[in-house]
């Protein structure tokens, strides 16, 4: 794949199939780690941060067989003695940091591209209490269990993978542990972590929203998991959609607890033409006007919900995306800066995001290595006046190496 892509205005029209959620994958695979009996994962796709999980369980002792885009999967008795690598994804780094210490062996925690220094340093905090020796430098974190059940308060958390590495590692030693959290975000995929996590064996139970019960000395059972589509990469095309043409995303469950299926209410407030049909969603272009959002539990949908707003009449406001400064980049600043290069219309302030519809201009705009930017600006470009020239496009293999490929098969370019 070319690292500089131009898109040209355009209308995108046609079906695809949503690409398969990584966040269930990691979670999956995890969960084969430590399964005895093990686990079957259908609809596996690759990406880098999938793979950078694939391979810490594989150097922890998991088998895995790979056939025909599935994964069997069985955990060792005890994990090897061998650090791992969780490159760019920081649900492996806060999901393996708790799971890791169930073994009173020293683990290493190798990160890349600055993962260390992304808002990880309430983990140690959390750990200690609960037995755990955790600290942390710019490249790596070490942990050594090995961790004990107990009752612990979190407050103000980042988000939410460190608590989903809680719950699997706490299902797996004695005792009972209490989990409260304070002012807790990303609440849904703690929801999510949970029903996969008591689908095979374990016993957890939600509170409200924040108290989590975990039952400990749990065995996890065999079975198969169909990977659903992704909804966070998905809300790309639906906008895309809604803006430009019409599009069909298919295998996206409508019963899904991926917070980020919330893009069809936006989507349905700012006027776009929406239609579910057993698992596949269209939308359709029309005439938009600005809405309000608060992503406080689908924070991924940021760069989505900024790219409507630039096209709906009015102003439109984006609350509560201050954490999103410790994502890939800086995301609010670098989303901000570069859309401003081609004439956007959009301020960052203390309480809200403000956006108004605009005219964007031929400009060459940087991704920062953030997988989501480039996906936006691929989208933004559809309505563009003279289209925009993407940097650094290759970060796409994080979550979805195709995007750009499909991306293109899609558009029908026009001249303005």
Not at 368 to 378: K, L, P, Q, T, Y
Request: net charge positive; proline share 4%; charged share 20%.
């Amino acid at each position: 794949m070319q690292d500089k892509i131009l898109i040209n205005p355009g209308h995108i029209s046609g079906k695809i199939n949503a690409y398969p959620s990584k966040s269930y994958i990691q979670r999956a695979l995890a969960l084969g780690l430590l399964n005895k009996q093990g686990i079957e994962i259908r609809n596996y796709k690759e990406c880098s941060d999938s793979n950078s999980v694939l391979s810490s369980v594989k150097k922890l002792g998991a088998k895995v067989e790979v056939i025909d885009g599935n994964i069997k999967i069985s955990g060792p008795e005890n994990f090897k003695p061998f650090g791992i690598n969780c490159k760019e994804s920081g649900l492996c780094l806060r999901m393996f940091a708790p799971i890791l210490s169930l073994s009173d062996i020293e683990y290493k925690i190798k990160g890349t591209n600055q993962l260390l220094n992304r808002g990880n340093g309430y983990i140690p905090d959390i750990l200690n209490m609960l037995g755990v020796v955790c600290s942390s430098d710019d490249d790596c974190m070490y942990v050594k269990g090995p961790i004990k059940s107990g009752n612990i308060l979190i407050e103000n958390p980042s988000g939410s993978q460190l608590i989903t590495g809680l719950m699997f590692a706490l299902s797996k030693v004695d005792g009972n542990s209490i989990i409260t959290i304070k002012n807790p975000v990303s609440f849904p995929y703690i929801k999510m972590t949970s029903e996969l996590l008591n689908e095979f064996g374990a016993d957890i139970n939600i509170t409200g929203n924040n108290k989590i019960i975990v039952s400990g000395n749990r065995s996890f059972t065999g079975g198969i998991i169909d990977i659903e589509g992704d909804w966070s990469s998905s809300a790309f095309y639906l906008v895309a959609g809604a803006i430009s043409g019409q599009i069909s995303v298919s295998e996206l469950s409508p019963s899904s607890l991926q917070p980020d299926d919330a893009i069809l209410n936006y989507l349905k407030t700012a006027g776009a033409k929406v239609e579910l049909k057993n698992n596949a969603v269209r939308v359709t272009k029309a005439d938009l006007t600005g809405f309000e959002a608060d992503i406080k539990d689908h924070p991924d949908l940021f760069i989505p919900l900024v790219i409507l707003a630039l096209n709906c009449s009015g102003i439109s406001r984006i609350h509560n995306y201050g954490r999103l400064k410790f994502k890939e980049s800086d995301r609010p600043s670098v989303l901000v800066s570069e859309l401003k290069k081609a004439g956007a219309k959009i301020s960052a302030g203390k309480e809200f995001m403000r956006i108004e519809k605009s005219e964007l201009y031929y400009s060459v705009l940087d991704t920062h290595n953030d997988h989501r930017m480039a996906m936006g600006f691929a989208v933004a470009a559809l309505n563009s006046v003279s289209g925009l020239e993407i940097n650094n496009t290759r970060c796409v293999n994080k979550s979805y190496p195709g995007f750009f490929g499909e991306f293109k098969n899609l558009i029908t370019e026009i001249r303005k």
